[in-house]
């Protein structure tokens, strides 16, 4: 199989290797089941594009009836390394979650503004829970204060790429998370 090694030329270090990756989404996914079991109706809603690989793995360990949504929002754009203080939804999703529990799945809360945003928009359709999953989260660099239900991996401040998240969409299929070297990787 072709890989893309390229990753190599700007990868500082490896940050979270898959087995731990792995480790913590398996523990996640028996939390969450454990916890919704008797609730009710489970929307897992996946905000694009950096919340697949997560969401796809995370599902294999959700032991309980859920469906599945996805949501993409503007960030920032190709090349930029911060969030613009104003978000979009780019695509909504397609459920109806009134009376319905959504967990979102996001790859990562860097300073909370898309989160911010985006869950008093899910909370005004009537849903009965809106809570947060993610993988990662750099809370130094938090400037909204988003609340979390279930987090993988708190890291330090460093751009990093892999398991879902991009350089400039590139290698999100990486099953590790690196940290980027940016003295290599000028976009
Ligand atoms: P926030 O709105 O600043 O919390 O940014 C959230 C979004 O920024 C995430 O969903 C990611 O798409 C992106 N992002 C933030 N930090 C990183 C990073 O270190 N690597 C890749 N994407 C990142
Ligand atoms: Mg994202």
């Known amino acids: 199989m072709e890989m893309d090694e390229e990753y190599r030329k700007y990868l500082a270090k490896i940050l979270l290797d898959a087995d731990t990756v792995q480790t913590r989404v398996a523990e996640l996914g028996a939390q969450i089941s454990e916890e919704y079991r008797t609730k009710g109706d489970l929307i897992l809603l996946c905000i694009l594009k950096g919340g697949v690989m997560f969401m796809v793995d995370l599902m294999r360990h959700i032991t309980i009836p859920h469906k599945i ?7 920032y754009g190709s090349g930029a390394r911060q969030s613009v203080g ?51 989260s750099k809370p130094s660099r938090r400037e909204v204060d988003v609340p979390v239900e279930y987090l993988g991996f708190e890291i330090p401040n460093e751009f990093v790429f892999g398991y879902g998240l991009d350089l400039d969409e590139r290698f999100r299929n990486l099953p590790f998370v690196g940290v980027v070297d940016l003295d290599k990787y000028k976009p």
């Not at 780019?90 to 911010?116: P, Y």
Request: proline letters at 3%.
């Open 86 to 136: 104003h978000v979009r939804i780019l695509m909504d999703m397609s459920a109806d979650i009134s009376d319905k529990h959504v967990l979102i799945v996001e790859d990562i809360i860097d300073s909370g503004h898309t989160l911010s945003y985006i869950v008093p928009q899910l909370e005004a359709r009537g849903p009965k829970s809106v809570k947060i999953c993610t993988l990662l």
């Open 69 to 75: 949504d996805f949501m993409a929002v503007s960030s």
